[in-house]
């Protein structure tokens, strides 16, 4: 079983810029979550997608959007970069979504670190 | 909204001592309550949950009680080992599929030889 990927594993970009951020989800799941976690903090909900439409969204700006591809595989896509979106950027994978109930445990991938010079 | 509060670290404690890490939770109505951990350069993984009032969760000798009346999930392991040291986060869905599963700041743990 393959778990959760995610590419790049580090990159830096500078103010004001995109950044695209790619997940592969772990085999037989179909929801996907964004998460960013700055240091030393926990993880902040960014959204959440199944099958191809956003499920639920955290308290962040319409600059961060995503999308998710009819294999379930899905991209963080962020713009104008700002200073305080360097952070880790997780993925999660999960079986079901918010109507077919269960305990809803996440998968996570190793996550994309951004620095935003 | 829905939050979650857990002990500020880190915490640090000699091999075989007993571990509390307290976790409190704000939530409307009846959600799923979790234990995720995360292993020095490693992703964060699921180390226990409990979907229900009363529900116990264990795995790898760590355990948590869904305690709906104080609100609380507190993770405790009754002997640490070295290999236990890692940052754990106390975290709740209230939806299925892992719907906006919210986080706490998370607890650093030391064990000592």
């Known amino acids: 079983e393959t778990g959760v990927t995610q590419s790049p594993t580090h990159l830096i970009k500078t103010r004001g810029q995109q950044v695209t951020l790619r997940c592969s989800s772990q085999s037989g799941h179909n929801t996907v979550s964004w998460y960013q976690q700055a240091l030393g903090q926990g993880p902040q909900f960014i959204f959440q997608y199944y099958r191809e439409e956003e499920n639920g969204r955290g308290n962040f700006p319409p600059r961060f959007s995503g999308l998710q591809f009819p294999n379930y595989s899905s991209e963080l896509n962020v713009n104008a970069l700002e200073l305080d979106d360097s952070a880790l950027y997780l993925c999660?994978?999960?079986?079901?979504?918010?109507?077919?109930?269960?305990?809803?445990?996440?998968?996570f991938g190793e996550g994309s670190r951004l620095t935003v010079l | 909204g829905n939050s979650v509060t857990q002990m500020e670290g880190p915490v640090t404690l000699s091999e075989e001592a007993f571990l509390t890490i307290n976790c409190t939770y704000t939530?409307?109505?009846?959600?799923?309550l979790f234990w995720y951990v995360q292993y020095p350069g490693e992703g964060l993984q699921l180390l226990l949950k409990a979907t229900k009032a009363d529900d116990k969760g264990s795995n790898k000798g760590f355990e948590a009680t869904y305690r709906k009346e104080t609100t609380s999930f507190h993770l405790e392991k009754g002997s640490v080992q070295v290999s236990d040291s890692a940052v754990y986060f106390c975290a709740l869905s209230d939806g299925g599929g892992g719907f906006k599963t919210i986080f706490g700041a998370g607890t650093r743990l030391f064990v000592k030889a």
């Open positions: 939530a409307t109505g009846y959600p799923s």
């Open positions: 999660a994978s999960s079986r079901g979504n918010i109507l077919a109930g269960g305990p809803g445990e996440l998968f």
